[in-house]
């Protein structure tokens, strides 16, 4: 937005039509800066410090982030799909996909759950836990849904 000395007497010198002109073209550049000035003041949920969405279809768990600090930390479950899942937040060192026991997800170190009545079809819920740092998986454990491919990883640092 800078401009040269001279540039700015011409647009006094041609009157307050042309100055406000020059003046709003000289504003506008200076209220976007570089950057996401846009996404800072939006109010989707995603942007809050602490809050993972967690979107559940078949038979996928997409997480809009894949770590979160230490605290609290709110999962804003949906489920988006077309029959019921759940949401099993799992501490373990081994990866999301490495839990299978038998025909299920084994469930040692479960730290919360959010089951499949509370995630019925289109329902959306918040499952807010106090995490500490590591490794944890986060799963549906309905009847074969761990196994079509219902987890993902996510860390605590
Ligand atoms: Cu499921």
């Keep these: 937005m800078r401009r040269p000395y001279g540039f700015s007497l011409l647009c006094l010198a041609l009157g307050a039509t042309v100055m406000s002109g020059c003046g709003s073209d000289a504003s506008s550049s200076a209220a976007v800066p ?3 000035s ?6 989707t949920a995603g942007s809050t410090p602490g809050t993972v969405q967690v979107a559940l279809t078949e038979y996928k768990i997409a997480a809009s982030a894949a770590t979160a600090p230490a605290g609290r930390v709110t999962f804003d479950a949906s489920n988006d799909g077309v029959i019921p899942h759940e949401l099993v937040v799992v501490k373990t060192d081994a990866t999301a996909a490495g839990l299978l026991k038998g ?3 084994d469930e ?3 730290v919360g759950e959010l089951d499949e009545r509370a995630l019925a079809v289109k329902a959306t819920k918040t499952l807010t836990l106090d995490l500490k740092p590591g490794h944890y998986a986060l799963i549906c454990n ?5 196994q079509g491919g219902m987890h993902t990883d996510f860390t605590v640092t």
Excluded: C, F, Q, V
């Design 34 to 36: 570089p950057g996401t």
């Design 38 to 43: 846009a996404e800072t003041g939006a109010t």
């Design 103 to 105: 025909s299920k997800a």
């Design 108 to 110: 040692t170190g479960n």
């Design 142 to 146: 309905l009847p074969g849904h761990y």
